[in-house]
Structure formats: structure tokens, C-alpha cells
């Protein structure tokens, strides 16, 4: 299993770099060509998901990316430290605006990658999203 991680500043000038590393390593590790574009727009989002919570949070620490090579599928993993409260349904969100992007850019997620998952607490948040990947091209003698 081979892992690249990738730390950087809440800031939305390096959620371009993230979306480039994403998109090398996913072609190194078999992502399909054409759904390269679908892995840099989910990151991309998922990068100025996490950037918009760091910042609108005041937190310094960095935004975490994982990108990790497995067997039959790569994963990235884009993590946060923003505290989430826990929420039901029925709640009234703090702050509609904030919560409707949010909610807006965990859809724009969903509708770019078949397996996502999120998860969320008072010490931060992660999104994982995990695409298939082709197998090595074997050559027969």
C-alpha cells in the first residue's frame, strides 16, 4: 500500500496544488484517464470545503490530504480540524449560508464519486472518496 500525505495552509491559493497532486498520483495508481477530471474537481471541493471551515473557525493547523494506493482502488482522504456539532434533523443550523454551501459542496461530492464517505465530530472532520483502479498492464512474452 502506497500513501502520499499532503499538509497545507488553510488558504485557497493551495487548493490548486492539492487538485494536481491528486490527479498524478490517482494517474499513477490506475485511475482511469477519464475520471481524472472527476477526482480533481472532488478534492478540489473537499479542499475548499475544509479551507472555508479552518478559516471561518480561526484555526491555524493545516488541511490534511491522504492519498492512498491499494490493491483494486486509490482513496483520498481530505481532513479537517474544524469542531463539528452534531447534528439531527430538524435542527436550525447557526448559520443558514454556511450550512447550505456546505451542505452544496458535499453534494457536488457525491454527485463526482460513487464512494464517498463523511464523517464529522468536535475534533474535526474527513471525507474520503475512493475510486476503482485498473490493474497493471501485463505483458505476456
Same mark, same amino acid.
Given at each position: 500500500?502506497? #500513501?502520499?500525505?499532503?499538509?497545507?495552509?488553510? @488558504?485557497?491559493?493551495?487548493?490548486?496544488?492539492?487538485? &494536481?497532486?491528486?490527479?498524478?498520483?490517482?494517474?499513477?495508481?490506475?485511475? %482511469?484517464?477519464?475520471?481524472?477530471?472527476?477526482?480533481? &474537481?472532488?478534492?478540489?471541493?473537499?479542499?475548499?470545503?475544509?479551507?472555508? @471551515?479552518?478559516?471561518?473557525?480561526?484555526?491555524?493547523?493545516?488541511?490534511? =490530504?491522504?492519498?492512498?494506493?491499494?490493491?483494486?482502488?486509490?482513496?483520498?482522504? =481530505?481532513?479537517?480540524?474544524?469542531?463539528?456539532?452534531?447534528?439531527?434533523?430538524?435542527?436550525?443550523?447557526?448559520?443558514?449560508?454556511?450550512?447550505?454551501?456546505?451542505?452544496?459542496? &458535499?453534494?457536488?461530492?457525491?454527485?463526482?464519486? %460513487?464512494?464517498?464517505?463523511?464523517? #464529522?465530530?468536535?475534533?474535526?472532520?474527513?471525507?474520503?472518496?475512493?475510486?476503482?483502479?485498473?490493474?497493471?498492464?501485463?505483458?505476456?512474452?
Amino acid at each position: 500500500m502506497a #500513501t502520499v500525505e499532503l499538509r497545507f495552509s488553510a @488558504l485557497p491559493e493551495h487548493v490548486r496544488t492539492a487538485r &494536481l497532486v491528486a490527479a498524478a498520483v490517482a494517474r499513477r495508481a490506475g485511475v %482511469d484517464e477519464a475520471v481524472l477530471d472527476e477526482v480533481r &474537481l472532488a478534492v478540489g471541493e473537499a479542499c475548499s470545503r475544509a479551507v472555508g @471551515l479552518h478559516q471561518s473557525g480561526g484555526i491555524a493547523a493545516p488541511v490534511t =490530504v491522504v492519498l492512498t494506493e491499494e490493491e483494486k482502488q486509490f482513496s483520498i482522504e =481530505v481532513g479537517d480540524e474544524a469542531r463539528h456539532a452534531p447534528r439531527h434533523p430538524g435542527d436550525v443550523p447557526a448559520d443558514d449560508a454556511e450550512a447550505e454551501e456546505d451542505e452544496m459542496g &458535499l453534494a457536488v461530492i457525491s454527485g463526482l464519486v %460513487d464512494d464517498v464517505e463523511v464523517s #464529522t465530530g468536535e475534533d474535526g472532520g474527513q471525507i474520503k472518496m475512493t475510486w476503482p483502479t485498473a490493474p497493471p498492464n501485463v505483458v505476456l512474452s
